[in-house]
């Protein structure tokens, strides 16, 4: 428990604690005495059990009893002069409704997320707020709204980790004062507008497609390198070429194709072509 909340109680407590008065004590009294006379009756509605998970906070007379919160077990009570509250002390979930937000840079978007809270102080979250559920709900979608009303388009897209991170400890902060403790904040879906989705697609596909032709402009850089390589080896020793050549028909002849190659040797070429000069 934090500081802060065991000043609060220890003052709930004190103030709980002065005296009833005598009319209170006589009513407890009668209402003890009550509980006598129509026992074993009476044991049906004096005794309240209150689950593990769950912590009961017990009225006397508006007064919240000595010992603050009870539970887990079961527990006496008086007939007519205790009033229970029995609170729910597990991780509860809840969804921020849609919320359309006008971003930083003047883009209107719909926004939903996810509260993960629990109540970790049960007499807090009974004397100092009326709903503490429907509060924090409420509280969770003016936080989104603020929050993501100071961010641009881009930040919103890239940075939810960090956005859901400020939401949490904005909504931790304010609850604290209800014994709620905000555990953890999502961001679900980011609903661009129709017109800005198919921009933003656009310009996607336009970068996509100058980025292929860079990649295929340097591959062709690259094979022009290779083959200006290739031809200066080649050059530098006949053989190969004619090397090149035989690898080239076994290439061909492994097709299973109708043409027929008949090759020359590349010495009747050579002559053939001085014939021509």
């Not at 939810?160 to 609850?175: G, K, N, V, W, Y």
Request: aromatic fraction near 6%; hydrophobic fraction near 45%.
């Amino acid at each position: 428990m934090r500081v802060q909340d065991r000043r609060e109680v220890a003052r709930i407590n004190g103030n709980s604690n002065g005296d009833i008065g005598a009319c209170g004590w006589i009513l407890v009294f009668f209402s003890f005495l009550l509980f006598l006379v129509t026992f074993p009756l009476s044991a049906f509605i004096c005794f309240e059990i209150v689950m593990e998970y769950q912590r009961a906070v017990i009225f006397r007379l508006g007064h919240i009893r000595k010992g603050g919160a009870k539970g887990p077990g079961i527990y006496f009570i008086l007939p007519c002069i205790d009033y229970v509250v029995t609170v729910d002390m597990r991780t509860v979930s809840f969804d921020i409704p849609p919320q359309e937000i006008l971003t930083k840079d003047s883009v209107t978007v719909l926004v939903d997320g996810v509260v993960y809270y629990r109540v970790h102080n049960a007499i807090l979250s009974v004397t100092n707020i009326t709903l503490a559920d429907s509060a924090t709900r409420l509280l969770a979608q003016t936080t989104l709204r603020n929050v993501l009303g100071t961010k641009n388009l881009s930040q919103i897209l890239s940075d939810r980790e960090e956005i859901a991170h400020s939401m949490q400890a904005t909504l931790d902060e304010a609850t604290d004062d209800w014994g709620i403790k905000v555990e953890r904040v999502e961001i679900k879906d980011v609903k661009l507008p129709i017109q800005l989705q198919r921009a933003m697609a656009a310009e996607a596909e336009a970068t996509r497609e100058a980025r292929a032709k860079v990649i295929a402009a340097e591959g062709e850089r690259n094979a022009s390198l290779a083959l200006k390589e290739a031809a200066l080896v080649i050059a530098e020793s006949p053989a190969a070429l004619q090397l090149r050549y035989l690898q080239t028909l076994t290439t061909i002849a492994a097709e299973k194709n109708s043409t027929i190659v008949f090759p020359l040797p590349l010495d009747m070429l050579q002559c053939l072509a001085g014939t021509k000069r």
